[in-house]
């Protein structure tokens, strides 16, 4: 009896020490502050499209220790600790980070369809160029993923203004 108390005691204390490491801040690093500033699309290039959603014709970044304010029209302020950010629009909104660029995912219940749209965003910086990688994808209820067949992954190019 004493070991299996233990047993469950040591799980859920793992589990809480699990969950507060993926709500650490992120380490700010050249490849995040160097996101901070306006960028504005550059429509002669990029690649690839998402069914109904077009890019932002400009993008302002702030980057600071604790989170990352975003003004497009997709997102806004987001944690830069992995937590969930309620948006405006009733979808969610988390940060980490991919190969070291700010990845922001966004997650939005599709009504009647026990699906979730997921969208993911990877910025990343060279240069003067701004490259948002997209992608959109489905979650099912039951586990199984999806794809978006209209188009599902964009590659967009802004400058800095």
Known sequence: MHTRNFVAATLILTMLLSLEAQRAPIPLTPKLTDLEGTWRLDSTR?????????????????????????NSSFVHDIELDGSETQLFDGRTASAATDA????VTMRRIRPGAAATNVMRDVYIVQGRDLTVWRTLNVEFEDGRDGKIDCGNRHAIVYTRE
């Open 46 to 70: 990029g690649a690839g499209s998402l069914c109904g959603i077009g890019p932002a014709p400009q993008v302002s970044l702030k980057v600071s220790p604790t989170e990352v304010e975003i």
């Open 100 to 103: 070291g660029w700010l990845a």
